[in-house]
């Protein structure tokens, strides 16, 4: 026969175990050693062991449900009871009890925070119930309807209540923004009613413009246009598909009495076209200054360009944008060629930088170690979650480390 201090085999073979209420049989071993049978019986004790552990781990670390939690248990406990095992199955027992006792009271936990999300749930309708009740007296017509709109997709993201609550808040919910819809209806349709009113006047307006167009008086009649587009500012907007139309009409009777205007002022215009020639020949050299190599060099040119440029008298207003401009465009790139020179010989800000990321890399190497040992230790869960921090961490370090290249370093 042999013993170990929670079981034994008798010389007929039989296995038994330990208890607090005595000995119970385990099982039947016939094919090797007593010592092998302990052996056998104490490893499936382990096992019991491994598993209630487990899912202890799992009640402790994950949101388990109390209902898989406690079917678990009942499992476990069922193996216990059936004694198929050499070990301290009366310790078991105990941790299967504590088990339940703190399943239960995670129960009673979810219990309180539901019935606290149902309380905040009802705060939440609350405040907007009054926010659509309040919205319903703006003017403010498009911001009010895209928040009220946003308030509908708030309230269908948040939990039922009961029942009669739930139809009362939803109640006013609705007569607000009912409330709200009869009363932009109302505006749009005065607001109609205005646009068809600008319309007939800008009707007249452009008549006017019409039968201005021929006038060779050039003071009198500019000074009649700009009259007629005061007037035309002040009779608001016509609607959409007429005051295009209109617009066009109007511009177009300007444009023959002013192009006629021009005509008359052609002389000048040939002055202003040779400093345009002028202009886009000093364009043109500058824009061989790109792209900028020696620094020194090209600001110096750039400013004797520039005064050059501003000896110049005026251009035709149409080609001023597309000249200044490209001259505006070395000028930007000569500034942004400051600026990078500015910043690469900043020790300051390359200091920043380069503490940025030692900070970084400390934080990336300290977040790579947790994770290295939760896996170890078999916190697939937190290695996980600690890794997905890493990934993060490791982008920032990577974006800070590209910049510490602008430095030289």
Excluded: C
């Excluded at 209902?67 to 248990?73: D, F, H």
């Amino acid at each position: 026969m042999s013993s170990d201090p929670w079981g034994r085999v008798d010389d007929a073979g039989t296995v038994y175990v330990r208890t607090a209420e005595g000995e119970k049989v385990v099982g039947s071993w016939q094919a090797g050693s007593p010592e092998e049978a302990l052996a056998y019986f104490t490893r499936k004790y382990d096992g019991l062991v491994v598993e209630i552990e487990l899912l202890e781990r799992r009640v402790k670390t994950t949101d388990l449900s109390a209902k898989e939690a406690t079917a678990a248990i009942d499992h476990l406990r069922e193996q216990v009871e059936a004694a198929h095992a050499v070990g301290d199955l009366d310790a078991l027992a105990r941790r299967l009890d504590a088990l339940t006792g703190t399943v239960e009271k995670r129960r009673e936990e979810r219990r309180a925070r539901k019935a606290q999300q149902s309380e905040e749930a009802k705060q939440a309708k609350e405040r907007l119930v009054a926010e659509a009740e309040e919205l319903a007296g703006s003017e403010q017509w498009r911001a009010a309807g895209e928040r009220l709109r946003a308030l509908v997709d708030e309230w269908k993201r948040l939990p039922r209540l009961d029942r009669r609550t739930d139809d009362e808040f939803w109640h006013r919910f609705s007569h607000a923004r009912s409330a709200f819809s009869k009363r932009r209806k109302a505006h749009f349709a005065q607001l109609d009613a205005q646009r068809e009113e600008a319309r007939k006047r800008k009707e007249k307006l452009v008549a006017e413009a019409e039968a201005l167009s021929p006038s060779r008086e050039w003071g009198p009649t500019a000074a009649k246009y700009r009259d007629l587009m005061q007037e035309w500012k002040a009779a608001g907007r016509a609607q959409r598909e007429h005051e295009e139309d209109l617009w066009s009409r109007f511009r177009a009777a300007q444009d023959v009495f002013f192009s006629a205007r021009n005509e008359v002022f052609a002389e000048r215009d040939v002055e202003q076209r040779e400093n345009l020639a002028r202009k886009e020949e000093l364009a043109t050299e500058a824009e061989k200054l790109l792209p900028i190599g020696d620094l020194k060099s090209a600001r110096a040119a750039f400013r004797s360009l520039n005064e050059r440029w501003d000896a110049i008298g005026h251009v035709p207003r149409d080609a001023r944008p597309k000249v200044e401009g490209r001259m505006r465009a070395v000028e930007q790139a000569i500034q942004e060629s400051e600026e990078a020179e500015w910043r690469r010989s900043n020790p300051e800000a390359r200091a920043r930088a380069a503490g940025l990321t030692g900070q970084l890399q400390d934080a990336v190497d300290k977040l790579r170690a947790q994770a290295d040992k939760a896996r170890a230790d078999g916190n697939t869960a937190k290695a996980e979650k600690l890794e997905q921090e890493l990934q993060g961490r490791q982008a920032l370090l990577d974006e800070a480390l590209k910049g510490l290249e602008e430095f030289g370093g």
